[in-house]
């Protein structure tokens, strides 16, 4: 008996010295069905990779999160400061750069990123990987946007909704 539990928890402490990952300043999002991390983030069950969205193309004032799929090329990368999420993105019509800024996450709302600076956030990362709000891990949620996308929503209640986790990760899922 003492055995097994002994072994069991080297094996434990053996996979989570691997799994955690180190200290992240720029790290992609990606949601995930699980809530503990794995470095290998293609590992991750029923893993997907976020990139920003303007829902209003030409005014692109307001980013959303929306799942995105195999085969996409590059994706922008996210920092957080003072429980405010920043991606740095084209500016509209592609022209540019802009650093777009989460604004205070709300329950029964989209997560959101706007061209202004935010006077601090409630987004934090727990373990150093899993993105909270208000510290709490469990909430997020893929729901359909307006014009039908999978996006990040904070406790979404539509009954196309369903429930997720967010993991900040040094590397985007699906590549080789
Ligand atoms: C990560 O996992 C994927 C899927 O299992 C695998 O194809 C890939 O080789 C792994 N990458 C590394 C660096 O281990
Ligand atoms: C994050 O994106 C910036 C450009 O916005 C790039 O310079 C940097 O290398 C990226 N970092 C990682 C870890 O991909
Ligand atoms: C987003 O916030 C950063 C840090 O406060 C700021 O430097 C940047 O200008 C803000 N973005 C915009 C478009 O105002």
Redesign the pocket.
Known sequence: MRFTILTVLSALSASLATALPTELTQFFLVTSDQSDPNA?S??LRGVHATTPYAEDPVSQSTLLLRLIGAGYNSLPNFTLTDGVLATTTSGPHGIGSVTYNSTAVVAGQELQFMAQQQEGGNVALDGGYLVTVDGETEGWTICDSARGMDVLWWRGEGSDCKSTFLHAVSKPPYR?
Request: hydrophobic share 0%; charged share 25%; net charge positive.
């Open positions: 290998n293609s590992q080789k």
